[in-house]
């Protein structure tokens, strides 16, 4: 384990046109430690998002002990998926947009660049926004009663105007979030996750007191208990994927990390004792409130606007937007600039390319996306059906056929050159991302066959086994123009 030495070429790389934003990392430009690690998603775990996943598991019929159990085994899942596709971008100082390239090519890599950073980027903006302004409209109602009355009979393709006002409300403050840079946004990450665990476990700990404690809480049986147990591998699957877009990209933020242990130790430790508070925050808070007041659906708004004191909803809703806006900026805005600035330089900037993802991600009238859990589900079947192919066809790609060894010389090409194939694609692996991702996704169109159907469900997982497999499996047809598998521009020191 050790971190190459790219100092010698950057300024090479730097000749060609490429932005600072892409280039590989300096040691100088290091600048992340395992706290930082730690401390990144702790705030984000705890997003209305999340916990409407999470609720749906309780509709699907899991008992308290399975969601706890279905949380877990997410969080270890995705904490293995940051380590393993993190390694390379903590080794080189590259990040996914540039790492795309020794897996799928030069010119190939804009097939999955263009799924994470703008389709999946533009979809989950739109989606957490709309769920965030929502929440807004609970806040804004409590602070200025009659504001849901606002303009009444007013439709804009489907939106309310309170609904309209709080979702640009939302955008501004997350879009100007992250065009404060990248101080801010570390400023931010690092000290509003104390904020937001302060208000959770106190709102936790009322829903666990309004229920009568840990024993009724515990002792509560759904109505309909889960049948199969691939409802269970599904909903594991689902919350994978809400975490999907940050374990492909993770390179974006390991590339940072001072030496390699960081990102190694940091990630996975943040992560899983977060989703410990966070199972048991969303147990208590969700069956808390569904014993005491009998919440349809298990809606966490509904649930703690329950709570009756305005200052303290008002509170807890903001902080958990404080959470849902710093996975959108990290794990969506970020790398969709970053993506996009790799794949048009010219033409964008990190910044002007995500302020044109969040416009795209309203363009797509995002609140028609999110009805209820049958709908959020089939978001998560779409994305995982990207996200899973994406991702095992990188680890197969560096881990085994590259034997963790890059040549930076064949990514940061000049102007003009194709790189390690012929024509600048690598054809085996973007036959077998499409072929993964239709297998994986068939199943949400043809319901009655059970087998794709299944596959479809748990689409993250499925799609991040076939398409290892199948990479694995195909890998050696690839017919490289130059073979360079030594580092010759990077000492691993």
Same mark, same amino acid.
């Given at each position: ?155 804009? &393709? ?73 409802v269970f591998i599904a909903c ?132 028609? &996306? ?11 079947s779409f994305i995982g059906s ?8 990188? &680890? ?79 890998y050696k047809w690839n017919k ?14």
């Amino acid at each position: 384990m050790g971190q190459a030495n790219v100092k010698e070429s950057y300024e090479e790389f730097k000749s060609y046109g490429y932005a600072d934003d892409i280039l590989p990392k300096t040691s100088e430009n290091r600048d992340w430690g395992t706290f930082n690690y730690v401390t990144v998603w702790m705030g984000a775990v705890h997003n209305l998002m999340s916990y409407m996943t999470v609720a749906g598991f309780f509709v699907l019929g899991l008992s308290v002990p399975q969601v706890l159990w279905a949380v877990m085994i997410a969080a270890l899942i995705v904490s293995a998926g940051y380590v393993l596709n993190g390694y390379a971008g903590q080794k080189y100082g590259i990040g996914y947009s540039m790492l795309l390239r020794s897996s799928f090519g030069v010119k190939g890599s804009i097939i999955p660049a263009i799924c994470r950073g703008l389709i999946a980027g533009v979809v989950f903006f739109g989606t957490k926004t709309i769920i965030g302004a929502q929440s807004f409209n609970v806040i804004f109602e409590k602070i200025f009663p009659g504001y849901m009355n606002m303009v009444p009979g007013f439709d804009f &393709l489907g939106l309310d105007f309170p609904t309209m006002l709080s979702y640009v409300i939302l955008w501004v403050i997350t879009v100007g979030l992250f065009l404060g840079g990248m101080k801010i946004l570390s400023l931010f990450s690092k000290w509003s996750s104390p904020i937001i665990y302060i208000f959770i476990v106190g709102a936790a700990i009322w829903a666990i007191s309004v229920a009568g404690g840990f024993g009724p809480i515990f002792a509560y049986a759904p109505a309909k208990p889960m049948e199969n147990w691939l409802v269970f591998i599904a909903c594991v699957s689902a919350l994978v994927s809400n975490w999907g877009g940050p374990i492909v990209n993770i390179a974006d933020l390991t590339q940072r990390a001072k030496h390699p242990k960081a990102p190694m130790i940091g990630l996975p430790l943040g992560m899983i004792a977060s989703y410990i508070l966070f199972g048991i925050t969303c147990v208590g808070l969700l069956v808390g409130t569904q014993i005491a007041f009998g919440i349809k659906d298990f809606n966490v708004v509904a649930a703690i606007d329950q709570i009756g004191n305005p200052v303290a909803v008002i509170i807890l809703l903001l902080a958990l937007n404080i959470g849902s806006t710093s996975y959108v900026v990290f794990g969506n805005l970020l790398p969709s600039g970053l993506q996009m600035t790799a794949l048009l330089p010219k033409m964008f900037t990190v910044k002007s390319a995500a302020i044109l993802t969040a416009v795209l991600g309203t363009v797509i009238l995002p609140w028609k &996306l999110v009805n209820g859990t049958a709908a959020l589900y089939m978001f998560y079947s779409f994305i995982g059906s990207m996200y899973g192919p994406i991702t095992g066809i990188m &680890l197969v790609s560096f881990f085994i056929e590259r034997k963790r060894k890059l040549d930076l010389s064949a990514i940061y090409v000049k102007p003009g050159e194709n790189g390690e194939y012929k024509n600048g694609i690598n054809m085996v692996a973007c036959g077998v991302l499409i072929v993964s991702f239709l297998i994986t996704l068939s199943g949400s169109f043809l319901p009655n066959v059970p087998l794709l159907a299944n596959i479809s469900k748990s689409a993250f997982l499925s799609g991040s086994i076939i398409s290892s497999v199948l990479y694995a499996l195909c890998y050696k047809w690839n017919k490289p123009s130059t073979i360079t598998q030594s580092e010759t521009t990077a000492k691993v020191s």
